[in-house]
């Protein structure tokens, strides 16, 4: 299903001509994924496939840090503290990281104007941290 919904996103970026460069605001994915949490996360709008899209990618991304670096983790501090900032926890549930975002940013109105990727850095150290 995920698989689906992103390429989904990926075709309405291309068709709508969207510029994948532009800037997402943490705005613009709080009001993506605030109505999809209150629907306990059942995706009926395109706005819902984007939250989706957009936070299974960083979480994926993040995953992968903490994967990949867990052996040279051990050895290395740099390594470790890269691993432990911008690294998530393999079990980690979209689900309950995008619930976290939304009630992080529900909080935090005067970050709207920036991108989510620090905001969900912070959520995935809070909520399922790289261990």
């Not at 989904?8 to 068709?15: E, H, Q, R, W, Y």
């Not at 939250?51 to 983790?73: F, H, K, P, Q």
Request: proline letters at 4%; one cysteine or more.
């Amino acid at each position: 299903m995920r698989a689906v919904c992103l390429l989904f996103f990926i075709s309405s970026v291309v068709l709508f001509n969207a510029s994948p460069a532009g800037a997402l605001t943490n705005e613009t994915l709080y009001k993506w994924c605030k109505p999809w949490a209150d629907r306990a996360f059942n995706p009926i709008k395109a706005e819902d496939m984007y939250c989706m899209a957009y936070v299974d990618g960083a979480l994926a991304y993040a995953r992968n840090i903490c994967s990949a670096t867990a052996e040279v983790a051990k050895t290395d501090r740099d390594v470790a503290f890269h691993r432990s900032y911008f690294g998530a926890s393999m079990d980690a549930n979209a689900e309950i990281i995008t619930q976290a975002y939304v009630n992080k940013m529900k909080n935090e109105p005067e970050r709207w104007q920036y991108t989510p990727n620090v905001a969900l850095r912070e959520v995935f150290s809070t909520v399922s941290a790289c261990k």
